[in-house]
Nanobody
C-alpha cells in the first residue's frame, strides 16, 4: 500500500519561499498513470488543490497559484516537491500531498504538515 509523508519547514517568513517534500513509499511515482498532488487547507476553510506532477513528469497548476508554485520530482528518491514563492500569512495552512488516478483527485493522502507564515 502506498504511503506518503510530507516534510519541510513549518515556519516561513513573509515574502520567502515555502518548500515541502513528499516522500512516497510502497509505489513508484513514475508508475502509470498516477498524479501526485499538493493540496492545502487553511484554518477554517476547505481543501484547495494547488497542483500536481504526473507519472510522466508533466506538471499542472491551479490557475490561482500558478504564478507562485513550482512542482518537481526526484525519481531517484521517489519524492516530489512543492515550492510556493512570495508567501504571505494567507498561505498558512495544513499542506498535504496525495496520489490520484485522475488529475485533481486524491485517493491516498499524506498526514499533512502545518505551515505558518510569520516574521
Amino acid at each position: 500500500q502506498v504511503q506518503l509523508q510530507e516534510s519541510g519547514a513549518g515556519l516561513v517568513k513573509p515574502s520567502q519561499t515555502l518548500s515541502l517534500t513528499c516522500t512516497v513509499s510502497g509505489g513508484s511515482i513514475t508508475t502509470n498513470y498516477y498524479f501526485w498532488s499538493w493540496i492545502r487547507q487553511p484554518p477554517g476553510k476547505g481543501l484547495e488543490w494547488m497542483g500536481a506532477i504526473a507519472y510522466s513528469g508533466s506538471t499542472y497548476h491551479s490557475p490561482s497559484l500558478k504564478s507562485r508554485t513550482s512542482i518537481s520530482s526526484d525519481t531517484s528518491k521517489n519524492q516530489f516537491t512543492l515550492q510556493l514563492s512570495s508567501v504571505t500569512p494567507e498561505d498558512r495552512a495544513v499542506y498535504y500531498c496525495g496520489r490520484g488516478h485522475v488529475l485533481g483527485s486524491t485517493d491516498y493522502w499524506g498526514q499533512g504538515t502545518q505551515v505558518t507564515v510569520s516574521s
